[in-house]
């Protein structure tokens, strides 16, 4: 059965970026083997590739933005893993009127803490949030979104 979850398309992003940052592959190789690795709904594949290549394709105006509100740090001292996370969470900000920016970063605080650091949520929350001042959803109103409105998934996890 095919992948339908919009949380393992941003995972496939965040792996795909980080191998292209890391100079292992190029965007298209990355992108072509996250698609044959996952067995992604077509509509879930659609969402991983445009994170893929509108990040790749914008990484430079994102990191502007992020070095903007990570004052006195340079943007490429930040963690690669924290680094992507936030960049796909700047794309969404930016550039999917469709995702409310509660979605966005409650997804990527989520995603951060998994493949992070304990801290880097925290971290990840005030970025975005600064952020999501500046973007196009700072006023964000579900009346006036597009039809489809994500909504953050709840992951279930089992007591040890």
């Known amino acids: ?56 394709r914008d990484v430079k105006e994102i990191d502007r933005k992020l070095g903007s509100i990570v004052k006195d740090y340079d943007i490429s ?9 936030l960049r796909i969470g ?3 900000l930016y550039e999917m009127p469709e995702i409310p ?18 801290e880097s949520g925290r971290f990840v929350n005030g970025v975005l949030g600064r952020l999501l001042k500046d973007s196009p959803k700072a006023n964000w109103d579900p009346a006036t979104a597009p039809p489809e409105i994500e909504e953050a998934e709840v992951e279930d996890t089992e007591l040890e």
């Open 1 to 56: 059965m095919p992948v339908r979850s919009k949380r393992k398309a941003r995972e496939a992003a965040l792996r795909a970026l980080y191998e292209i940052e890391l100079g292992r592959t190029d965007a298209e190789t990355a992108l072509t083997m996250t698609l044959e690795e996952a067995n992604f709904a077509p509509d879930i594949a659609e969402y991983a590739e445009r994170l893929i290549k509108g990040v790749s």
């Open 77 to 85: 001292r930040v963690a690669a893993v924290d680094r992507n996370v």
């Open 90 to 92: 700047a794309f969404e």
């Open 101 to 118: 920016p509660a979605v966005t970063i409650n997804e990527a605080i989520e995603i951060a803490k998994r493949y992070s650091t304990a």
